[in-house]
């Protein structure tokens, strides 16, 4: 991107709770100097004024799950030189992805009075199922020193430095005691993208899988670990259908769970 100007960041908000929008508003003292790098060109949770594109970089948080939320983000990849999502709607469909599983029709219609009035999709996508996207990043929410390592990133035309390794890395390097090992307590942390530094485990909890699936799954392996602390495989399969459900691993992972019972 030429730096002879500052770059243009627009944010997009789809089928989300905003969270991870709040987290570029959780930045504070840096976003003074993100300012002095950024022109924000749209960002309606934190102003009313808009400019047209094209945008230098495009954030997206929210999952696609209507036919105007499918059209809108074509239009906006078209508008956007680079394109990156930001949390689980986002990058695997989020909570609301538990429609994939369900009977749509059945909900809508046991919820509102007149059906058809409700336009909405059986499915709650990514929003890489619909568009070409640059960069993903996960997290519910994301980690704002992430988000600003990101935009950081493509502002000066390089990779982002966003670690890969799972969550059991992060409880190692902060000398916290695996909570699978030492209290048969379930966690999701050996099949988990890091991005909250083991937050759950350093605090006697197993990991909620918040971050979606690592690189390298073995969720097979998981489940026996879980048997052996005294979880059911319902109660994996239970932890794998939240946050990150229609993630491509952890859809696999309980759908194979199913097939086992």
Request: some cysteine; glycine content about 8%; hydrophobic content about 40%.
């Amino acid at each position: 991107m030429p730096r002879s100007r500052r770059a243009k960041l627009a944010v997009w908000k789809f089928t989300s709770c905003d969270g991870c929008q709040l987290s570029l508003l959780d930045c504070e003292d840096e976003l003074l100097e993100l300012a002095r790098e950024v022109r924000i060109a749209n960002f309606l949770e934190a102003t009313r004024a808009q400019l047209k594109g094209p945008y230098d970089l495009s954030l997206v948080e929210g999952s696609i799950t209507t036919p105007a939320d499918a059209e809108r983000i074509r239009d906006i990849r078209r508008r956007s030189r680079a394109l990156v999502t930001i949390g689980a709607c986002a990058t695997s469909g989020g909570i609301q992805a538990l429609r994939n599983f369900k009977n749509v029709p059945e909900f809508i219609a046991a919820v509102y009075a007149k059906p058809q009035y409700i336009s909405t999709l059986s499915t709650s996508t990514a929003i890489a199922d619909h568009v070409p996207v640059d960069f993903e990043l996960r997290g519910c929410p994301i980690d704002k020193r992430q988000l600003l390592e990101v935009i950081g990133a493509f502002i000066n035309g390089r990779k982002p430095s966003i670690p890969a390794h799972s969550v059991c890395i992060a409880c190692k390097r902060s000398g916290t005691v695996c909570v699978m090992v030492a209290k048969k307590i379930p966690c999701l942390g050996p099949i988990t993208h890091d991005g909250c530094g083991g937050i759950c485990p350093a605090y006697g909890r197993g990991c909620y899988g918040c971050y979606g699936p690592a690189e390298t799954v073995n969720a097979a392996s998981l489940a026996n670990a879980w048997h052996a602390a005294g979880a059911s495989k319902a109660q994996m399969h239970r932890a794998l259908r939240s946050f990150n459900a229609n993630a491509g691993e952890f859809r696999a992972a309980a759908e194979k769970l199913d097939e086992d019972d």
